[in-house]
Protein backbone atom coordinates (compact mmCIF):
# COMPACT_ATOMS: atom_id res chain seq x y z
CA UNK A 1 0.00 0.00 0.00
CA UNK A 2 1.23 3.29 -0.72
CA UNK A 3 -0.27 6.72 0.58
CA UNK A 4 -1.89 7.72 -2.11
CA UNK A 5 -4.43 5.02 -2.04
CA UNK A 6 -5.89 6.94 0.75
CA UNK A 7 -7.53 9.13 -1.32
CA UNK A 8 -8.70 6.00 -3.93
CA UNK A 9 -10.05 4.49 -1.02
CA UNK A 10 -12.38 7.29 0.28
CA UNK A 11 -13.47 7.97 -3.45
CA UNK A 12 -14.85 4.36 -3.35
CA UNK A 13 -16.65 4.82 -0.07
CA UNK A 14 -17.44 8.42 0.21
CA UNK A 15 -17.86 9.25 -4.00
CA UNK A 16 -20.20 12.21 -3.03
CA UNK A 17 -18.78 13.61 0.27
CA UNK A 18 -16.71 17.12 -0.30
CA UNK A 19 -13.18 16.84 -0.72
CA UNK A 20 -11.80 20.00 -1.39
CA UNK A 21 -13.65 23.42 -0.60
CA UNK A 22 -12.70 26.59 -1.74
CA UNK A 23 -14.66 29.79 -2.02
CA UNK A 24 -17.82 28.70 -3.88
CA UNK A 25 -16.04 26.05 -5.08
CA UNK A 26 -17.16 22.19 -4.18
CA UNK A 27 -14.82 18.83 -5.11
CA UNK A 28 -15.90 15.53 -4.28
CA UNK A 29 -13.94 13.00 -3.35
CA UNK A 30 -14.98 11.30 -6.35
CA UNK A 31 -14.17 14.02 -8.83
CA UNK A 32 -10.62 14.65 -6.65
CA UNK A 33 -9.41 11.22 -7.28
CA UNK A 34 -10.88 11.61 -10.95
CA UNK A 35 -7.99 14.85 -10.95
CA UNK A 36 -5.39 13.93 -8.82
CA UNK A 37 -5.13 10.63 -11.07
CA UNK A 38 -5.16 12.87 -14.13
CA UNK A 39 -1.84 14.92 -13.08
CA UNK A 40 -0.06 11.77 -12.25
CA UNK A 41 -1.37 10.41 -15.64
CA UNK A 42 -0.05 13.94 -17.51
CA UNK A 43 3.37 13.72 -15.39
CA UNK A 44 4.28 10.66 -16.59
CA UNK A 45 2.94 11.61 -20.50
CA UNK A 46 5.58 14.40 -19.78
CA UNK A 47 8.37 11.75 -19.50
CA UNK A 48 8.44 11.57 -15.77
CA UNK A 49 9.42 7.60 -14.40
CA UNK A 50 9.03 6.55 -11.00
CA UNK A 51 11.64 7.81 -8.47
CA UNK A 52 11.90 11.32 -10.20
CA UNK A 53 10.97 14.42 -8.24
CA UNK A 54 8.18 16.72 -8.91
CA UNK A 55 8.36 20.54 -7.20
CA UNK A 56 5.87 23.15 -6.11
CA UNK A 57 5.57 26.82 -5.44
CA UNK A 58 2.23 27.20 -4.55
CA UNK A 59 0.07 28.72 -2.21
CA UNK A 60 -2.49 27.08 -0.18
CA UNK A 61 -5.34 25.89 -2.59
CA UNK A 62 -7.02 22.89 -3.31
CA UNK A 63 -4.14 22.31 -6.64
CA UNK A 64 -1.57 22.36 -4.20
CA UNK A 65 -3.50 19.35 -2.55
CA UNK A 66 -3.80 17.63 -6.06
CA UNK A 67 -0.20 18.58 -6.86
CA UNK A 68 1.31 16.76 -3.17
CA UNK A 69 -1.13 13.35 -4.09
CA UNK A 70 -0.51 12.98 -8.01
CA UNK A 71 3.57 12.55 -7.48
CA UNK A 72 2.87 10.08 -5.00
CA UNK A 73 0.27 8.11 -6.90
CA UNK A 74 2.50 8.19 -9.90
CA UNK A 75 5.91 6.29 -8.14
CA UNK A 76 7.77 9.98 -7.89
CA UNK A 77 8.06 12.14 -5.17
CA UNK A 78 6.67 15.37 -4.62
CA UNK A 79 8.94 18.50 -3.61
CA UNK A 80 7.11 21.03 -1.70
CA UNK A 81 8.76 24.44 -0.93
CA UNK A 82 8.20 26.89 0.87
CA UNK A 83 6.95 30.57 -0.61
CA UNK A 84 8.32 32.72 1.52
CA UNK A 85 12.15 31.65 0.49
CA UNK A 86 14.39 33.64 -1.58
CA UNK A 87 14.67 33.05 -4.99
CA UNK A 88 18.24 32.09 -4.77
CA UNK A 89 16.81 29.21 -2.13
CA UNK A 90 13.88 28.17 -4.34
CA UNK A 91 16.90 27.61 -7.06
CA UNK A 92 18.64 25.55 -4.96
CA UNK A 93 16.14 23.09 -4.01
CA UNK A 94 15.24 22.90 -7.47
CA UNK A 95 18.51 21.78 -8.89
CA UNK A 96 19.82 19.74 -5.62
CA UNK A 97 16.39 17.77 -6.01
CA UNK A 98 17.21 17.58 -9.74
CA UNK A 99 13.11 18.03 -10.75
CA UNK A 100 11.92 17.57 -13.65
CA UNK A 101 9.10 19.26 -13.03
CA UNK A 102 7.65 22.57 -11.23
CA UNK A 103 3.68 23.36 -10.74
CA UNK A 104 4.09 26.56 -10.02
CA UNK A 105 1.39 29.80 -9.42
CA UNK A 106 0.80 32.54 -11.44
CA UNK A 107 1.71 34.84 -8.46
CA UNK A 108 5.27 33.71 -8.88
CA UNK A 109 5.89 33.90 -12.74
CA UNK A 110 8.47 37.35 -12.10
CA UNK A 111 9.97 35.15 -8.86
CA UNK A 112 10.86 31.97 -11.12
CA UNK A 113 12.25 34.80 -14.13
CA UNK A 114 15.31 35.46 -11.84
CA UNK A 115 16.53 31.90 -11.59
CA UNK A 116 15.05 30.16 -14.64
CA UNK A 117 18.72 30.68 -16.23
CA UNK A 118 20.21 28.68 -13.42
CA UNK A 119 17.79 25.81 -13.13
CA UNK A 120 19.34 22.69 -14.48
CA UNK A 121 16.82 20.41 -13.77
CA UNK A 122 13.68 21.56 -14.45
CA UNK A 123 12.20 20.45 -18.31
CA UNK A 124 8.58 21.48 -17.43
CA UNK A 125 7.12 24.23 -15.76
CA UNK A 126 3.20 24.07 -15.38
CA UNK A 127 1.38 27.07 -14.23
CA UNK A 128 -1.28 27.45 -11.92
CA UNK A 129 -3.18 30.42 -13.78
CA UNK A 130 -1.80 32.50 -16.21
CA UNK A 131 2.06 31.05 -16.75
CA UNK A 132 5.36 32.56 -18.61
CA UNK A 133 5.30 32.18 -22.75
CA UNK A 134 5.60 28.74 -23.06
CA UNK A 135 5.12 26.81 -20.29
CA UNK A 136 2.52 24.79 -19.63
CA UNK A 137 -1.17 25.27 -18.12
CA UNK A 138 -2.41 23.39 -15.19
CA UNK A 139 -6.01 22.63 -16.30
CA UNK A 140 -5.06 21.95 -19.76
CA UNK A 141 -2.21 18.95 -19.19
CA UNK A 142 -5.50 17.27 -17.33
CA UNK A 143 -7.50 17.40 -20.42
CA UNK A 144 -7.73 14.02 -21.99
CA UNK A 145 -5.98 11.87 -19.06
CA UNK A 146 -6.79 8.77 -17.39
CA UNK A 147 -9.21 8.86 -14.30
CA UNK A 148 -8.24 6.25 -13.22
CA UNK A 149 -5.13 5.52 -10.98
CA UNK A 150 -1.51 4.72 -12.44
CA UNK A 151 0.08 1.10 -11.33
CA UNK A 152 3.44 1.45 -10.78
CA UNK A 153 5.02 -0.67 -8.16
CA UNK A 154 5.57 1.55 -5.18
CA UNK A 155 7.03 -0.45 -2.65
CA UNK A 156 6.88 0.72 1.27
CA UNK A 157 10.35 2.58 1.48
CA UNK A 158 9.92 4.59 -1.93
CA UNK A 159 10.50 8.35 -1.77
CA UNK A 160 7.32 10.05 -1.29
CA UNK A 161 7.99 13.62 0.29
CA UNK A 162 11.44 15.58 -0.35
CA UNK A 163 10.98 17.51 2.81
CA UNK A 164 14.15 20.50 2.80
CA UNK A 165 15.07 21.54 6.03
CA UNK A 166 16.71 24.96 7.01
CA UNK A 167 20.33 24.89 6.78
CA UNK A 168 23.02 25.02 8.81
CA UNK A 169 25.16 26.61 6.95
CA UNK A 170 23.72 28.15 4.03
CA UNK A 171 22.13 25.20 1.97
CA UNK A 172 19.01 23.16 3.22
CA UNK A 173 19.02 19.26 3.55
CA UNK A 174 16.34 17.36 1.78
CA UNK A 175 14.62 14.66 4.40
CA UNK A 176 13.19 11.78 2.50
CA UNK A 177 9.78 11.14 3.38
CA UNK A 178 9.08 7.72 2.29
CA UNK A 179 5.53 6.53 1.92
CA UNK A 180 6.23 3.80 5.19
CA UNK A 181 7.00 7.43 7.16
CA UNK A 182 3.87 8.83 6.05
CA UNK A 183 1.53 5.96 6.29
CA UNK A 184 2.81 5.77 10.27
CA UNK A 185 2.49 9.36 10.84
CA UNK A 186 -1.32 8.97 9.68
CA UNK A 187 -1.50 5.88 11.69
CA UNK A 188 -0.66 7.50 14.57
CA UNK A 189 -2.81 9.94 14.26
CA UNK A 190 -5.95 8.00 13.71
CA UNK A 191 -4.67 4.96 16.83
CA UNK A 192 -3.37 7.43 19.50
CA UNK A 193 -3.46 10.94 19.11
CA UNK A 194 -6.95 12.44 17.65
CA UNK A 195 -8.49 10.12 15.05
CA UNK A 196 -10.46 12.22 12.52
CA UNK A 197 -13.99 11.70 11.46
CA UNK A 198 -15.86 11.89 8.17
CA UNK A 199 -17.98 14.82 9.24
CA UNK A 200 -14.69 16.72 9.88
CA UNK A 201 -13.33 19.90 7.79
CA UNK A 202 -9.46 20.57 7.98
CA UNK A 203 -8.98 24.30 7.41
CA UNK A 204 -5.85 25.17 5.78
CA UNK A 205 -4.93 28.11 7.62
CA UNK A 206 -1.48 26.96 8.14
CA UNK A 207 0.70 26.31 4.53
CA UNK A 208 0.21 23.17 2.82
CA UNK A 209 3.78 22.67 2.15
CA UNK A 210 4.58 21.85 6.01
CA UNK A 211 2.38 20.97 9.06
CA UNK A 212 -0.81 21.61 7.61
CA UNK A 213 -0.31 18.96 4.45
CA UNK A 214 1.17 16.29 6.60
CA UNK A 215 -2.55 16.62 8.27
CA UNK A 216 -4.18 15.87 5.08
CA UNK A 217 -3.25 11.88 4.85
CA UNK A 218 -5.39 10.87 7.94
CA UNK A 219 -8.65 13.11 7.22
CA UNK A 220 -8.42 11.70 3.58
CA UNK A 221 -8.39 8.16 5.07
CA UNK A 222 -11.38 8.89 6.47
CA UNK A 223 -13.03 10.93 3.88
CA UNK A 224 -13.09 13.88 6.04
CA UNK A 225 -12.68 17.55 3.85
CA UNK A 226 -10.33 20.31 3.06
CA UNK A 227 -11.11 23.80 2.85
CA UNK A 228 -9.00 26.87 1.98
CA UNK A 229 -9.87 30.34 3.81
CA UNK A 230 -9.99 33.24 1.04
CA UNK A 231 -6.98 34.69 2.31
CA UNK A 232 -2.97 33.98 0.97
CA UNK A 233 -1.62 35.51 4.31
CA UNK A 234 -2.78 34.88 8.03
CA UNK A 235 -6.06 37.49 8.49
CA UNK A 236 -7.81 36.67 11.76
CA UNK A 237 -11.19 37.53 10.56
CA UNK A 238 -10.95 35.74 6.67
CA UNK A 239 -9.60 32.61 9.37
CA UNK A 240 -12.91 33.03 11.16
CA UNK A 241 -15.06 33.58 8.63
CA UNK A 242 -13.85 30.20 6.80
CA UNK A 243 -14.18 28.29 9.99
CA UNK A 244 -17.72 29.91 10.12
CA UNK A 245 -18.60 29.07 6.51
CA UNK A 246 -17.03 25.51 6.06
CA UNK A 247 -18.38 24.21 9.65
CA UNK A 248 -14.61 23.89 10.21
CA UNK A 249 -13.66 21.24 12.86
CA UNK A 250 -9.68 21.07 12.88
CA UNK A 251 -6.51 23.31 12.29
CA UNK A 252 -2.91 22.96 12.55
CA UNK A 253 -1.27 26.10 13.85
CA UNK A 254 1.82 27.45 15.19
CA UNK A 255 2.09 29.07 18.49
CA UNK A 256 2.14 32.62 16.80
CA UNK A 257 -0.91 31.92 14.71
CA UNK A 258 -2.71 30.97 17.93
CA UNK A 259 -1.93 34.38 19.43
CA UNK A 260 -2.83 36.23 16.54
CA UNK A 261 -6.17 34.79 16.98
CA UNK A 262 -6.36 35.46 20.36
CA UNK A 263 -5.53 38.78 20.25
CA UNK A 264 -7.87 39.50 17.94
CA UNK A 265 -11.22 41.60 18.42
CA UNK A 266 -12.88 39.87 15.30
CA UNK A 267 -12.98 36.36 17.03
CA UNK A 268 -16.35 37.24 18.79
CA UNK A 269 -18.40 38.30 15.37
CA UNK A 270 -18.19 34.92 14.27
CA UNK A 271 -19.52 31.65 15.42
CA UNK A 272 -16.20 29.35 15.86
CA UNK A 273 -18.63 26.22 17.38
CA UNK A 274 -17.89 23.93 15.16
CA UNK A 275 -14.28 24.14 15.65
CA UNK A 276 -13.30 20.70 18.08
CA UNK A 277 -9.23 20.63 17.41
CA UNK A 278 -6.22 22.61 17.02
CA UNK A 279 -2.92 20.47 16.71
CA UNK A 280 0.02 22.81 17.60
CA UNK A 281 3.67 22.77 17.42
CA UNK A 282 6.80 23.73 15.68
CA UNK A 283 7.49 26.64 17.86
CA UNK A 284 7.49 28.03 21.31
CA UNK A 285 4.06 28.21 23.44
CA UNK A 286 4.98 29.39 26.49
CA UNK A 287 1.76 28.07 29.37
CA UNK A 288 0.76 32.01 30.36
CA UNK A 289 -0.56 31.84 26.60
CA UNK A 290 -1.41 28.27 26.49
CA UNK A 291 -3.56 28.81 29.63
CA UNK A 292 -5.40 31.75 27.83
CA UNK A 293 -6.05 29.54 24.34
CA UNK A 294 -7.65 27.12 26.58
CA UNK A 295 -9.88 29.65 27.72
CA UNK A 296 -10.62 31.33 24.98
CA UNK A 297 -11.29 28.71 22.73
CA UNK A 298 -11.48 25.59 25.17
CA UNK A 299 -9.88 22.33 25.81
CA UNK A 300 -9.25 21.48 21.87
CA UNK A 301 -6.00 21.87 21.53
CA UNK A 302 -3.14 19.02 20.96
CA UNK A 303 0.35 19.49 20.92
CA UNK A 304 2.57 17.74 18.53
CA UNK A 305 6.51 17.00 18.62
CA UNK A 306 8.36 16.28 15.50
CA UNK A 307 10.51 17.39 12.72
CA UNK A 308 11.03 17.30 9.25
CA UNK A 309 13.34 14.09 9.93
CA UNK A 310 10.31 12.88 11.63
CA UNK A 311 7.17 15.01 11.13
CA UNK A 312 4.77 15.64 13.41
CA UNK A 313 4.00 13.05 15.39
CA UNK A 314 6.97 11.89 17.99
CA UNK A 315 5.25 12.89 20.91
CA UNK A 316 1.69 14.29 21.43
CA UNK A 317 -0.08 16.11 24.54
CA UNK A 318 -3.66 15.39 24.25
CA UNK A 319 -6.67 17.85 24.59
CA UNK A 320 -7.63 16.17 28.12
CA UNK A 321 -4.28 17.24 29.63
CA UNK A 322 -5.15 21.20 28.29
CA UNK A 323 -7.46 21.09 31.72
CA UNK A 324 -5.01 21.40 34.07
CA UNK A 325 -7.04 23.65 36.37
CA UNK A 326 -5.19 24.59 39.99
CA UNK A 327 -2.99 21.46 39.91
CA UNK A 328 0.94 22.10 40.36
CA UNK A 329 1.74 18.85 38.22
CA UNK A 330 -0.87 19.23 35.55
CA UNK A 331 0.18 23.03 35.27
CA UNK A 332 4.04 21.86 34.82
CA UNK A 333 2.99 19.50 31.85
CA UNK A 334 1.62 21.81 29.95
CA UNK A 335 5.65 22.94 29.69
CA UNK A 336 5.64 19.59 27.82
CA UNK A 337 5.71 18.17 24.59
CA UNK A 338 3.78 15.32 26.08
CA UNK A 339 4.83 11.45 25.33
CA UNK A 340 5.72 9.05 22.49
CA UNK A 341 3.30 8.09 20.24
CA UNK A 342 2.67 4.28 19.65
CA UNK A 343 5.03 2.77 17.69
CA UNK A 344 7.73 5.48 18.41
CA UNK A 345 10.85 5.48 20.70
CA UNK A 346 12.02 8.44 22.41
CA UNK A 347 15.25 8.66 24.42
CA UNK A 348 17.12 11.43 26.42
CA UNK A 349 21.20 10.22 25.91
CA UNK A 350 24.74 11.94 26.65
CA UNK A 351 27.39 12.74 24.86
CA UNK A 352 28.47 9.14 24.35
CA UNK A 353 24.84 8.03 23.49
CA UNK A 354 24.13 6.80 27.04
CA UNK A 355 20.64 7.10 28.63
CA UNK A 356 20.77 9.61 30.94
CA UNK A 357 18.12 9.26 34.08
CA UNK A 358 14.71 10.80 34.04
CA UNK A 359 14.91 14.52 34.70
CA UNK A 360 18.41 14.75 33.63
CA UNK A 361 19.51 17.04 30.51
CA UNK A 362 20.27 15.27 27.16
CA UNK A 363 20.31 15.04 23.52
CA UNK A 364 16.54 14.09 22.12
CA UNK A 365 16.80 10.96 20.24
CA UNK A 366 13.83 9.00 18.21
CA UNK A 367 13.76 5.77 16.72
CA UNK A 368 10.68 4.13 14.59
CA UNK A 369 9.01 3.85 11.45
CA UNK A 370 7.99 7.51 11.67
CA UNK A 371 12.33 8.54 11.02
CA UNK A 372 13.10 9.32 7.94
CA UNK A 373 15.01 7.25 4.83
CA UNK A 374 18.31 9.37 4.99
CA UNK A 375 19.21 13.29 3.57
CA UNK A 376 19.13 13.09 0.31
CA UNK A 377 22.53 12.45 -1.14
CA UNK A 378 23.90 14.06 1.73
CA UNK A 379 25.40 9.97 3.10
CA UNK A 380 27.79 12.02 5.80
CA UNK A 381 24.92 13.89 7.43
CA UNK A 382 22.56 10.72 6.82
CA UNK A 383 25.60 8.86 9.26
CA UNK A 384 26.04 11.32 11.45
CA UNK A 385 22.22 12.00 12.24
CA UNK A 386 20.80 8.86 12.16
CA UNK A 387 23.41 6.60 14.19
CA UNK A 388 22.41 3.41 15.45
CA UNK A 389 18.89 3.48 13.67
CA UNK A 390 18.29 6.10 16.27
CA UNK A 391 17.44 9.84 14.70
CA UNK A 392 19.34 12.94 16.92
CA UNK A 393 17.69 15.83 16.65
CA UNK A 394 19.89 17.78 17.68
CA UNK A 395 17.27 19.21 20.86
CA UNK A 396 17.75 19.19 24.12
CA UNK A 397 15.68 18.13 26.55
CA UNK A 398 14.68 15.81 29.55
CA UNK A 399 12.04 12.85 30.17
CA UNK A 400 10.55 13.02 33.35
CA UNK A 401 9.44 10.34 35.56
CA UNK A 402 6.13 9.34 34.04
CA UNK A 403 7.59 9.91 30.38
CA UNK A 404 6.69 13.33 29.19
CA UNK A 405 9.19 15.14 26.98
CA UNK A 406 10.79 18.54 28.10
CA UNK A 407 12.44 20.38 25.15
CA UNK A 408 14.28 22.72 26.61
CA UNK A 409 17.49 24.09 24.03
CA UNK A 410 18.69 23.81 20.54
CA UNK A 411 22.21 22.19 20.39
CA UNK A 412 22.31 24.22 17.14
CA UNK A 413 21.00 27.44 18.51
CA UNK A 414 18.58 27.29 15.84
CA UNK A 415 15.38 30.16 16.16
CA UNK A 416 12.39 29.60 15.38
CA UNK A 417 9.91 32.41 15.09
CA UNK A 418 6.69 32.82 14.06
CA UNK A 419 7.25 28.64 13.50
CA UNK A 420 9.20 29.31 10.68
CA UNK A 421 13.32 27.65 11.50
CA UNK A 422 15.85 30.00 11.36
CA UNK A 423 19.26 28.77 11.15
CA UNK A 424 21.76 31.86 12.66
CA UNK A 425 24.50 30.39 10.73
CA UNK A 426 23.01 31.23 7.12
CA UNK A 427 22.39 34.70 8.42
CA UNK A 428 25.80 35.48 10.12
CA UNK A 429 27.61 34.17 6.48
CA UNK A 430 25.72 37.16 4.92
CA UNK A 431 26.30 39.76 7.27
CA UNK A 432 29.69 39.13 7.35
CA UNK A 433 29.70 39.51 3.49
CA UNK A 434 28.95 43.72 4.31
CA UNK A 435 32.42 45.35 4.09
CA UNK A 436 31.84 47.00 7.60
CA UNK A 437 31.45 44.24 9.99
CA UNK A 438 34.84 42.10 11.25
CA UNK A 439 32.34 39.33 13.46
CA UNK A 440 28.74 39.23 14.10
CA UNK A 441 26.76 36.82 16.07
CA UNK A 442 23.06 36.12 15.39
CA UNK A 443 20.50 35.09 18.52
CA UNK A 444 16.87 34.32 19.54
CA UNK A 445 15.23 36.76 21.56
CA UNK A 446 12.00 36.85 23.28
CA UNK A 447 8.86 38.44 21.63
CA UNK A 448 5.30 38.46 22.61
CA UNK A 449 3.74 38.14 18.95
CA UNK A 450 6.71 35.65 17.75
CA UNK A 451 7.87 33.65 19.96
CA UNK A 452 11.39 34.99 19.15
CA UNK A 453 13.04 37.07 16.56
CA UNK A 454 16.30 37.33 14.78
CA UNK A 455 18.90 39.99 16.59
CA UNK A 456 22.75 40.45 15.03
CA UNK A 457 24.90 41.52 17.82
CA UNK A 458 27.78 43.33 15.17
CA UNK A 459 31.60 44.16 15.66
CA UNK A 460 31.99 46.84 13.38
CA UNK A 461 35.87 46.47 11.44
CA UNK A 462 37.83 49.21 13.25
CA UNK A 463 37.34 52.52 11.34
CA UNK A 464 34.33 51.63 9.73
CA UNK A 465 31.00 51.88 10.52
CA UNK A 466 27.37 51.04 9.40
CA UNK A 467 23.92 51.43 10.56
CA UNK A 468 21.08 49.24 11.82
CA UNK A 469 19.26 50.22 8.44
CA UNK A 470 22.11 49.10 6.48
CA UNK A 471 22.96 45.78 8.04
CA UNK A 472 19.27 44.93 8.07
CA UNK A 473 18.76 45.95 4.29
CA UNK A 474 21.81 43.71 3.25
CA UNK A 475 20.48 40.89 4.39
CA UNK A 476 16.90 41.80 2.83
CA UNK A 477 18.98 41.34 -0.64
CA UNK A 478 20.08 37.99 0.28
CA UNK A 479 18.10 36.04 1.97
CA UNK A 480 14.28 35.16 2.15
CA UNK A 481 13.29 38.43 4.41
CA UNK A 482 11.19 36.48 7.29
CA UNK A 483 15.01 35.52 8.18
CA UNK A 484 16.43 39.30 8.16
CA UNK A 485 17.22 40.73 11.74
CA UNK A 486 15.02 42.48 13.04
CA UNK A 487 17.54 44.51 15.50
CA UNK A 488 21.25 45.02 15.53
CA UNK A 489 23.13 45.87 18.82
CA UNK A 490 27.02 46.78 17.81
CA UNK A 491 29.65 45.79 20.06
CA UNK A 492 33.41 46.28 20.39
CA UNK A 493 33.50 42.27 20.77
CA UNK A 494 31.84 39.24 21.37
CA UNK A 495 32.48 36.89 24.58
CA UNK A 496 34.23 33.94 23.82
CA UNK A 497 35.90 30.83 25.46
CA UNK A 498 39.30 29.91 25.65
CA UNK A 499 39.56 28.23 22.46
CA UNK A 500 37.60 31.18 20.50
CA UNK A 501 34.54 30.06 20.27
CA UNK A 502 31.72 32.65 20.93
CA UNK A 503 29.16 32.59 23.94
CA UNK A 504 26.13 32.63 22.53
CA UNK A 505 24.55 31.44 25.69
CA UNK A 506 26.06 34.46 27.59
CA UNK A 507 24.49 36.26 25.05
CA UNK A 508 21.16 35.16 25.09
CA UNK A 509 21.29 35.27 29.18
CA UNK A 510 20.62 38.93 29.29
CA UNK A 511 17.59 39.16 26.99
CA UNK A 512 15.88 35.77 28.72
CA UNK A 513 16.80 36.25 32.43
CA UNK A 514 13.63 35.28 33.87
CA UNK A 515 11.79 33.51 30.90
CA UNK A 516 11.74 30.25 29.85
CA UNK A 517 13.03 30.03 26.53
CA UNK A 518 11.17 26.75 25.13
CA UNK A 519 10.39 25.08 21.62
Same mark, same amino acid.
Given at each position: ??I????TR?A ?9 LE? *?LT???R ?11 A ?9 D??AM???N??QG????L ?7 A????N??L ?6 Y????S?AF ?6 EF???L?Q /? ?12 VG ?5 D ?5 I ?6 ? +?? *??T?? +? ?7 Y ?5 G?P??A ?5 N????A ?7 N ?5 DVL ?8 G????I ?6 G ?5 P?T ?8 F ?9 T ?5 T ?6 A?? *?K??Y???S??T ?5 ? $?MY??Q??E???T?? +??F??L??Q?EA???C?S?P ?6 G?DP????R ?15 V ?5 D ?10 V???L?M????R ?5 A???R??WL?T??IG???? *????Y ?13 S??YP ?5 V???? $? ?8 ? /?P ?6 T????V ?7 A ?7 H????M?S?KKP?S???LP?L????Y????K???R???W ?7
Amino acid at each position: MHIGHFLTRAARRHPDRPAWLEG *DLTITFREAEARVNRLAHALLALGGQPGDRVAMLLPNCYQGLETLLAPMKAGMAVVPMNIRLHPSEHEYMLNDSGAFALIYGEEFREHLAQ /IRGNLTSVKHFICVGRGAAGDLAYDQILDGQRET +PP *DPTIE +PDDLAWLFYTSGTTGHPKGAMLTHRNLLTMAEQFLLCINPALPDDVLLHAAPITHGSGCSIFHHIAVGAASAFPATRSFDPPKIFEAIQRYRATTMFLVPTMINVLLASP *DKAKYDLSSLHTIFYGGA $PMYVEQLLEAVKTFG +PIFVQLFGQGEAPMTCTSLPKKEHLAGEDPVKLARLASAGRETTGVRVRIVDDEERDVPAGQMGEIVVRGDLVMKGYWRKPEATADTLRGGWLHTGDIGYLDS *DGYLYITDRKKDMIISGGSNIYPREIEEVICRH $PAVFEVAVIG /IPDEKWGETVKALVVPREGMRATEAEIIEHCKRHMASYKKPQSVEFLPALPKNAYGKVLKRELRDRYWAGRQRKV
